[in-house]
């Protein structure tokens, strides 16, 4: 699985992120996770201050899940959930970003 950030309105914080709750992983705007996670069902956590989303991914043997955490921010307001995301725009983000975690799945 892969777990990219890459938006143009990220600023600079760090949002925790862990499966299966696991040890949590700070990411940061322009940066990537690749995670080996072992076949079924995984529980994704994004948390930014009191704000907890939960994502379910569900995978097969040699299956690839992209995930994309996103980041907006406005003039009084910043926040961070998860947002679709084609494979094809994925890997290109992920080309342009920087690998923060390769980590074997927490179970």
């Known amino acids: 699985m892969y777990i990219v ?3 143009w309105r990220d ?6 992120v862990s499966i299966d709750d696991g040890q949590p992983i700070q990411t940061v705007p322009n940066s990537f996770v690749r995670i080996r996670l ?13 704000v907890r ?17 996103a980041g907006s921010t406005g003039l009084f307001h910043t926040e961070y959930g998860w947002a679709n995301v084609s494979d094809v ?18 179970t």
């Open 11 to 16: 600023l600079v914080y760090r949002v925790a």
């Open 53 to 69: 989303q939960v994502i379910i991914v569900r995978g097969a043997t040699g299956s690839i899940a992209f995930l994309e955490l």
């Open 5 to 7: 950030r890459s938006r």
């Open 38 to 50: 072992s076949p079924g069902e995984h529980q994704v956590v994004l948390q930014w201050k009191d």
């Open 89 to 106: 725009d994925a890997k290109r983000k992920i080309t342009a970003a920087h690998l923060i975690a390769d980590l074997d799945s927490p």
